[in-house]
């Protein structure tokens, strides 16, 4: 179970203030695959990385009954000095579970051959995401954040996660930013859309795309509707 209790987050652009949440008070459900949708600047990373707990909110909490990972995307927490097995081991003691079966599982998962035995700081982007994807499936999260990352990589690796993924949120809830519906409708089966600083929770996932897709029409396009 994820709760936001009078949850708000506001940005300062050019001496303007933008509020991304709203005073936002909603339980998610528990046990489903969530799609996060709403038109670009709407605070759908913020959101995530709220909830991850990377990142504070001006006021209000985020309160779980669960375990949640970080948002896959995310590889902030890596050390750039420290190889990648290095910085799976760390994460792997922080997190209380078996270090060498996390080691395997992740170097199996990224494909990144010897690299994973290389600082991380030589990785390009794609190695980081599949590094911080293959960590995430291998610990067992109560909610998995997804941002993006299946569309890392190629045809085999993306089947690969999308499979994973799938078996992971079996038992558990996930919750999904991308900006491919057709990805969000391999996914999941439920949907929340962020707009303007509120949230709207769908059970069915046609009618949260449906919604977001009415949020993004030009006013012109909306009066033709």
């Not at 949640?68 to 902030?76: E, L, M, Y």
């Not at 089947?159 to 992971?168: D, I």
């Not at 391999?186 to 600083?197: H, T, W, Y």
């Amino acid at each position: 179970m994820i709760r936001f209790e009078h949850l708000s987050k506001s940005f300062w652009i050019r001496g303007h203030k933008k509020v991304v949440i709203d005073d936002l008070t909603m339980t998610l459900p528990t046990g489903k695959s969530l799609a996060l949708l709403g038109r670009n600047g709407a605070g759908k990373t913020t959101l995530l990385s709220i909830i991850a707990g990377i990142q504070a909110a001006d006021s209000g909490e985020v309160i779980s009954d669960g375990t949640i990972s970080w948002p896959v995307a995310f590889g902030g927490s890596f050390h750039r000095d420290l190889t990648g097995a290095q910085n799976v081991r760390f994460v792997a003691r922080a997190y209380g579970v078996d270090s060498e079966e996390l080691i395997e599982f992740v170097e199996d998962f990224a494909e990144i051959g010897r690299h994973f035995h290389m600082p991380v700081r030589s990785y390009s982007a794609g190695m980081r995401a599949r590094l911080t994807f293959g960590l995430s499936m291998g610990i067992r999260f109560d909610t998995y954040l997804i941002d993006e990352v299946t569309a890392v990589g190629d045809a085999n690796f993306n089947r690969k996660s999308q499979a994973v993924f799938l078996a992971r949120v079996k038992n558990a809830s996930a919750i999904m930013v991308s900006h491919s519906t057709g990805k969000l409708r391999g996914f999941c089966d439920s949907g929340i859309v962020l707009n303007d600083g509120r949230m709207e929770y769908y059970d069915d996932l046609d009618e949260a795309i449906a919604r977001h897709e009415e949020i993004n029409l030009t006013p012109l396009a909306r009066k033709r509707a």
